[in-house]
């Protein structure tokens, strides 16, 4: 659990700021995941990463962007935050795509106000 | 679209009985069905999880089943103790890519 990462770890914020969730991993992953996670809805997918430089939509993409130039970092982007972002994010990761397991990160607790 | 269905949203058990989380799904395709337990405040981590060519997996008290043709799935604890309290969650992996589809989440709360 200790090789995937992220930061900051509690984030307040103000609406229609910029906020950049980090994610981090050791272990060569070639999948990544971006999850929010609010009560009554479970973990919701926001963008996933099939490796360096190819990502794509999830079940919930609006208003954020992801990034990830380099296998290790898989940053989550939020370009104007609104009231609505205010949640749990987990980042995670899978090795293959014929594996399926995914290993969470400590998760982001961020506040819009 | 894909989804997951997964009920009770919460149980209450006493400590030693029995809980069984039940789980649907509907993409046919889906080959790959894990649970994950996630203690307050904490991570979502892996419990046990089973595939689609298999009808039932083991490990110590907990188990899981699997029925492809009614597109079901269900978590089995057994003997249960306080430290089982927390929310399950049971996921589908989409046949045609690397996504989970989670379910809504089970309070288990194991009564001492």
């Known amino acids: 659990d200790a090789g995937i990462t992220q930061s900051p770890r509690y984030k307040i914020t103000e609406t229609g700021r910029q906020v950049t969730l980090m994610c981090h991993q050791t272990?060569?992953?070639?999948?990544m995941f971006w999850y929010r996670q609010d009560l009554g809805h479970g973990l919701r997918l926001i963008y996933y990463?099939?490796?360096?430089?190819?990502?794509d939509k999830g079940e919930v993409p609006d208003g954020y962007v992801v990034s990830r130039s380099k296998t290790e970092n898989f940053p989550l982007t939020l370009e104007s935050a609104t009231r609505s972002q205010t949640s749990v994010y987990f980042c995670?990761?899978?090795?293959?795509?014929?594996?399926?397991?995914?290993?969470f990160g400590p998760g982001t607790r961020l506040t819009v106000l | 679209g894909e989804n997951v269905e997964q009920h009770p949203s919460t149980l209450s058990v006493q400590e030693g009985d029995s809980a069984v989380i039940k789980c649907t799904y509907s993409?046919?395709?889906?080959?790959?069905f894990p649970w994950y337990k996630q203690e307050l405040g904490k991570r979502p981590q892996l419990i046990i999880d089973?595939?689609?060519?298999?009808g039932e997996k083991k490990d110590q008290r907990i188990a899981v089943t699997l029925n492809k043709t009614a597109k079901h799935f269900s978590l089995h604890i057994t003997e249960t103790q306080p430290e089982d309290s927390a929310v399950y969650f049971c996921a589908a992996r989409s046949g045609a890519t690397n996504k989970l589809i989670f379910g809504t989440g089970t309070l288990l709360a194991v009564q001492p």
């Open positions: 272990w060569s992953h070639s999948y």
């Open positions: 995670a990761s899978s090795e293959r795509a014929d594996q399926g397991t995914q290993y």
């Open positions: 993409d046919s395709a889906s080959n790959y």
């Open positions: 089973i595939r689609s060519n298999v």
């Open positions: 990463s099939a490796a360096a430089d190819i990502t």
